[in-house]
């Protein structure tokens, strides 16, 4: 569990070879590219990559494909991007221009057909058409002072009003007809017809190439990459000069290629006023620790990797809050129906070992509470002997989690500790974790009677208070030191709430196991009231009730397994947020045929 270093490379070569450097860069793909062009964000625009997967959606969902064209020496994958999405564009300008003349007829219909006179012949006096209710109609002798009713029908009266100006004291907005008259639109409604059906002729021809384009997508995607980073490269007519960022260990690979293609090479670490992107390593089977860190934040380069910590914590929060090995074995039997499927996909056989981890701890500290799916076996029973824990008894509950919560906060101030060189950096947290873990003991004092533990808790919360108030800031003048100091110490509340904030662990295991027993008495109760058919509705209750419970469980498990990781632990841990390394490389195999 680490960030990995990065350096900082530099290609400069000659104008001519940097499409050739971008290409076998792509295929390298170990370097994110920094912009050097003015104007240019530091992340490729991925916009352009979208071209090829619209092209492919847009010959997909045509319901008559073509027979398909196998032999590949007859295909083009730029040309057949470049004319489908035209034809997609055209259709869909067509028929945007159809539904306008559709509605523009329809609304003309009331006034007949006819032909506007020119400005001149009309001594540049305006038509203006209003569509007004039969009780407004009042309103129009008062605002317009030369006007016509052309029509009438059950709810309004079709008027036309003359002037040189729009009339502003209309009671209704008015009806625009444009200049063009109503035949004129019908014809022209014709032509967009036919034009909309050529190019669905034309979009039925293209299917043909459906099979081969779709190979081609990673294709098709890389290209317009690599012509959207084209542009973050400085570049002028006789010389061009790339810089990025890789991973420490793939230099001597860069400086190999480098010397081959004769371009010039040079690697340096990261600088003070360096932000180098972030990649995170760790092994397999704690990768899934990755994306919930990502969920919420990337940790900066300069911090700690918490995939591990991260992983294994929302593990035991989400199983203590679902609290029931009935229903972690439910996930289990789900994660094995679909054990199969999720290898298909990178994301999927990431997740794998993160899902059956959640299942196993489900189904081990439900069996530590003794609930399987509400049901508390008898004590002399096998399963009987693995119920040590009481989620009823609130006192041993709260101070569980009061206990996982200290440790959980004090483990992100030691690991923020760790990663400063200087020893009095490291200060500040260490104090921290004395002002927690002496806090945590002074309450344990007065209901545990254990010698010294008091003085001890004073002295250890004291000793904490001092190395946060002369080390927060240690840089700084005596008097700025202290301020800074007494600053840090108003976080002692924060402190305080953030530790109290893991009850929430017992109140929601609590809650899923006290719904998970009345749903059994209620389906007992009915089953008793009514037999024979009170079984069928007891097997309802029993089926929806502990499906309703299962997802609320999930839900909880994980807003809150995320929550206690995410906000009480990176408050403490991570303060720092950085970017994520996003390497210029090549698609990986797509799942779209899949």
Known sequence: ???????????????????????????????????????????????????????????????????????????????VERRTLEVRNRLHNLKEERDFL???????????????????????????????????????????????????????CYVIVVNEEEPSAMPVPRVHLGYKTRHQLEARLDDVELAIEDAHAERAYLTRWHDLFSRDLNFLEDRAVRQSTAAQVYSNDTAFALQGWAPTERLPELEDYSKQQAFYFESAAPAQEDNPPTL????????????????YMTPGYQTWDPSGIVFVSFVIFFAMILADAGYGAVLGLILMLSWRKMG??????????????????????????????????????????????????????????????????????????????HWQDRLPSIGWIG????????????????????????????????????????????????????????????????????????ALGLGSASLAIEFNRMAASVNESYPGIGLLFALLILVLG????????????????????????FNWGLKEEGTLYKPFKQAEDNLWNR
């Open 435 to 506: 002002v927690i873990c002496g806090g945590f003991a002074l309450a344990l004092s007065g209901s545990i009677t254990l010698p010294g533990l008091h003085t001890s808790s004073i002295a250890l919360m004291a000793a904490g208070a001092l190395l946060i108030l002369w080390f927060t800031a240690p840089g700084e003048k005596p008097l700025i030191r202290l301020l800074h100091g007494l600053e840090g110490l108003t976080r002692l509340s924060g402190a305080l709430g953030d530790v109290l904030s893991y009850l929430r662990l017992f």
């Open 344 to 421: 298909r996909s990178s994301s999927g056989r990431r997740f794998r070992p993160f899902l059956l981890s959640v299942a196993a701890a489900s189904v081990g500290i439900g069996a530590l509470f003794g609930s399987y799916f509400g049901v508390i076996p008898p004590e002399d029973s096998l399963l009987g002997r693995f119920h040590v824990l009481e989620i009823s008894d609130t006192n041993r509950m709260m101070l569980i989690s009061v206990v996982i919560g200290v440790f959980h906060i004090a483990l992100a101030n030691i690991m923020n500790a760790h990663r400063y060189q």
């Open 102 to 156: 559709i509605k523009r007829i329809q609304d003309m219909l009331p006034w007949g057909d006819f032909k506007l006179p020119p400005l001149e012949e009309m001594g540049n006096l305006r038509l203006w058409f209003y569509v007004v209710p039969h009780k407004d109609m009042p309103k129009i002798r008062t605002s317009a002072p030369v006007w016509e009713i052309i029509r009438r029908d059950g709810r309004f």
């Open 1 to 79: 569990m680490s960030i990995v270093k990065m350096h900082k490379v530099t290609f400069i070569g000659m104008a001519a070879d940097r499409d050739h450097l971008l290409a076998d860069l792509q295929k390298i793909g170990c370097v994110q590219i920094i912009p050097l062009a003015a104007g240019n964000s530091a992340i490729p625009d991925t916009a352009a990559t979208a071209g090829a997967r619209e092209a492919l959606k847009f010959l997909r969902t045509f319901p008559r494909r073509r027979r398909q064209v196998l032999n590949k020496e007859q295909f083009d994958a730029v040309e």
């Open 280 to 295: 995170m390593r760790n092994p397999s089977w704690l990768s899934a620790g990755e994306d919930l860190v990502t969920f």
């Open 546 to 569: 502990h499906g309703i419970n299962l997802a609320l469980g999930i839900t909880s498990g994980v807003i809150h397994g995320l929550r206690l990781n995410v906000i009480e632990f």
